[in-house]
């Protein structure tokens, strides 16, 4: 159980990984598809280890396999602190590009204002207004 709980555990590692490169090519339809696959596994893993009687395969308390719960421990613990790196990264490139979009929203704006001010005149009857 330990090693379909591991491989389990790395195929979200690999769907973060892809998430990653997904968000720095801008294909955020296929973010949210890599993310719905994420959360599947997870599912996965809750439904093992909830089946697992007395703490399931994350108790590592000592016990007739305290050495390969260890081991399943610190191998468990790499996989997770890289898929948290990584998602760090991934929320780090999203709030950067929140970023630039807000500060070129506000140039915008700024622009609009110049421009736009009292934009209009009259011949003839008629009044042109340029909204922008």
């Given at each position: 159980?330990?090693?379909?709980?591991?491989?389990?555990?790395?195929?979200?590692?690999?769907?973060?990984?892809?998430?990653?490169?997904?968000?720095?090519?801008?294909?955020?339809?296929?973010?949210?598809?890599?993310?719905?696959?994420r959360?599947?596994?997870?599912?996965?893993?809750?439904?093992?280890?909830?089946?697992?009687?007395?703490?399931?395969?994350?108790?590592?308390?000592?016990g007739?396999?305290?050495?390969?719960?260890?081991?399943?421990?610190?191998?468990?613990?790499?996989?997770?602190e890289?898929?948290?790196?990584?998602?760090?990264?991934?929320?780090?490139?999203?709030?950067?590009?929140?970023?630039?979009?807000?500060d070129?929203?506000?140039?915008?704006?700024?622009?609009?204002?110049?421009?736009c001010?009292?934009?209009?005149?009259?011949?003839?009857?008629?009044?042109?207004?340029?909204?922008?």
């Open positions: 159980m330990n090693e379909l709980i591991l491989h389990l555990c790395k195929e979200i590692l690999s769907l973060a990984e892809a998430q990653k490169e997904a968000v720095l090519e801008e294909k955020f339809d296929e973010v949210i598809e890599l993310q719905e696959k959360r599947r596994i997870i599912e996965k893993i809750q439904k093992i280890d909830g089946s697992e009687s007395s703490g399931g395969h994350f108790d590592v308390s000592e007739k396999y305290g050495l390969a719960k260890e081991e399943f421990s610190r191998s468990m613990n790499v996989i997770v890289k898929t948290l790196s990584i998602d760090r990264e991934i929320q780090g490139i999203i709030q950067q590009e929140q970023h630039s979009l807000i070129g929203m506000e140039s915008v704006q700024k622009l609009k204002k110049v421009f001010r009292g934009a209009g005149f009259r011949k003839t009857g008629r009044k042109l207004n340029v909204n922008a």
